[in-house]
């Protein structure tokens, strides 16, 4: 029998509560998460046992991390792992959360906002400085500038998607929920005008057309890799 097993994350900016609650109904089962793993957790084998799960996002120094996770040990709340600046730990039904009031949480979801910031912006440049040279060029250079294009949006796109809607969930907690609404159906909004240019726009050209492609493969190809991925460990789990 196997001794490990991998599950699907639903994305913490778009699941996190699902997610957590999805672990502790493996802890019932005897899986216990070891590590972040790509797109999703790694699970070991254990005795079965009731466990919460809860995460905390926050950069850390090496200075730092003793006192921080000593801080939750303390609280009772055990380290699991770590990916980056996501923090997930575990604990007995019954202990006090981690985040107990609005300010508290507010913080916590822009320590989340900070790190994905970082990592969009210089993305998001470097993808339209791509985007605008390609379209200025010509011959070998534009056909490598485009390739390079289509990379990178296929990139951005998922990447910016994931900021929305975590500054999204940070609105809503702050209790400017109509802003966070709409924060959360911009990428849909993106997504319909992207269709309606690629089946109805007339004479766009070749370089429109290829970028509203990639905006809308950036957002179907992450899904479809999430349910491939998804399908595919839920037969190896059966087959194990």
Same mark, same amino acid.
Request: net charge positive; aromatic share 12%.
């Given at each position: ?19 957590m ?12 998460v070891? &590590?972040?793993t ?5 699970l ?15 950069w ?18 055990s ?7 996501? +923090?997930?730990f575990?604990? +007995? ?14 913080e916590k979801y ?8 970082k990592?969009?912006?210089?993305l998001?440049?470097?993808?339209a ?12 250079l ?18 910016v ?11 809503k ?11 959360k159906?911009?990428?849909f909004l ?17 370089t ?29 789990? &059966?087959?194990?």
């Amino acid at each position: 029998m196997r001794q490990t097993k991998y599950i699907t994350s639903g994305g913490l900016a778009f699941s996190e509560k699902k997610d957590m609650e999805k672990l502790r109904s493996y802890s019932f089962k005897g899986w216990h998460v070891s &590590k972040f793993t790509f797109m999703g957790y790694t699970l070991e084998k254990g005795v079965s046992s009731d466990y919460i799960y809860s995460l905390d996002y926050r950069w850390l120094n090496d200075d730092d991390e003793e006192e921080y996770f000593e801080f939750f040990s303390s609280a009772g709340w055990s380290h699991v792992t770590s990916e980056g600046n996501i +923090h997930l730990f575990r604990a +007995h039904p019954g202990t006090k959360p981690i985040y107990t009031d609005r300010e508290t949480t507010v913080e916590k979801y822009e320590n989340s906002t900070v790190g994905m910031l970082k990592f969009a912006i210089p993305l998001v440049l470097i993808t339209a400085l791509v985007w605008v040279v390609a379209m200025i060029v010509s011959g070998t250079l534009k056909s490598i500038l485009l390739v390079a294009a289509v990379i990178l949006s296929a990139i951005v796109v998922p990447t910016v998607w994931t900021v929305i809607t975590a500054y999204s969930n940070k609105w809503k907690v702050e209790g400017r929920r109509g802003l966070g609404n709409l924060g959360k159906t911009i990428p849909f909004l993106f997504l319909l005008i992207a269709v309606i240019i690629l089946l109805f726009g007339v004479g766009t050209g070749a370089t429109v057309d290829i970028l509203t492609s990639m905006m809308i493969g950036g957002i179907a190809l992450p899904t479809a890799i999430w349910l491939i991925m998804s399908l595919y460990h839920k037969i190896g789990g &059966k087959r194990g």
